[in-house]
């Protein structure tokens, strides 16, 4: 397997040969920010979704919206798409009036959703047939990151289809890894979607006990983030979703269930005990059942709060 690693500048490319036409299909958090990026590059984007409103903005800056995953398709050098679940994305691409119906041969598509590493390969494989080359390249580091074009972006597929999408990719990310064949990007980032719910419920879990036993929050944070116990999630997650007065949505509960769900799923084929990726999943979905499904997946420390009767703010 041989693994590639870009690191670019988040400033704008320019554009050295013939300008491509983009569609981008699903507008929602991540993919309206990455199709702003292409508009302001000076592409050709034709965009779809569902929820007519998401496309008005970037009409508004230049993109044409479109009726249909097919008509954005159409004649598209590249086909990028940020949907939310492997049902959606499936439907997008192999379903009616998909892009299967109206990709033109020698086209790439670019998946940036999350969704299993099975449904990507049979994606893959069909499109293959079709003249259509796919690439599975989910995305990291949240919506900042889609704003300013600094996103970590893992992809499985092709190398020679990964080589062609680089310029376009190197407008929304920083860090670009081609990790290996069609699945692979979605099964390391459902490792990395694993590993950040974990995070995010021990840390949850130690500074409630912390908190509770009569520590100041800002205290366990300064100290904890300059040991061994620091990570991206508690110094730069949490502030923005945790420890403020506030706690915004970025990355929501319910996607983080549904990406620990497709982890077990993927992890059940490997006959390795999951029992912390297990336990973990049990105390999200208690979260969930509270009704925090629609706020941060970092929220999944109210439920240790709750029981403690403390509050993890400065």
Not at 18 to 41: D, H, P, Q
Not at 213 to 240: E, Q, W
Not at 250 to 276: E, R, W
């Amino acid at each position: 397997m041989t693994t590639l690693k870009t690191e670019t500048e988040a400033s704008p490319v320019s554009l050295t040969t013939e300008t491509k036409s983009i569609a981008f299909i699903g507008l929602g958090n991540m993919g309206s920010r990455m199709a702003a990026r292409l508009v302001n590059a000076g592409y050709d984007v034709r965009v779809f979704d569902t929820n007519a409103a998401a496309m008005k903005s970037l009409v508004g800056s230049g993109a044409l919206a479109t009726p249909s995953p097919s008509q954005a398709a159409a004649g598209a050098d590249f086909i990028l798409s940020s949907l939310p679940t492997p049902a959606i994305v499936e439907s997008v691409y192999l379903g009616e009036d998909s892009v299967l119906s109206a990709a033109k041969p020698g086209a790439v598509a670019v998946d940036h959703s999350t969704i299993d590493p099975a449904t990507a390969i049979r994606i893959s494989r069909v499109l293959a047939d079709h003249g259509v080359r796919f690439l599975d390249a989910p995305v990291s580091r949240g919506i900042p990151a889609a704003e300013n074009g600094t996103l970590a972006i893992m992809v499985g597929g092709d190398g020679a289809a990964f080589q062609s999408a680089l310029p376009v990719l190197n407008h929304m990310g920083s860090t670009i890894t081609h990790v290996g064949e069609s699945g692979s990007g979605q099964l390391v980032k459902l490792c990395n979607n694993m590993i950040s719910a974990i995070t995010a419920a021990a840390l949850g879990e130690v500074m409630v006990v912390g908190r509770s036993a009569g520590l100041d929050t800002k205290t366990m944070f300064d100290v904890l983030t300059s040991g061994s116990a620091d990570s991206h999630m508690l110094n730069t997650y949490f502030p923005r979703t945790v420890f403020g007065p506030t706690r915004p949505t970025g990355f929501s509960l319910d996607f983080m269930v549904k990406d620990v769900d497709l982890f077990l799923d993927t992890g059940n084929s490997t006959q390795v005990p999951m029992l912390i990726s297990g336990v973990v999943r049990q105390v999200f979905k208690i979260a969930q059942d509270q009704g925090l499904g629609q706020q941060d997946s970092c929220s999944v420390v109210e439920f240790y709060e709750a029981l403690a009767g403390v509050k993890l703010q400065f």
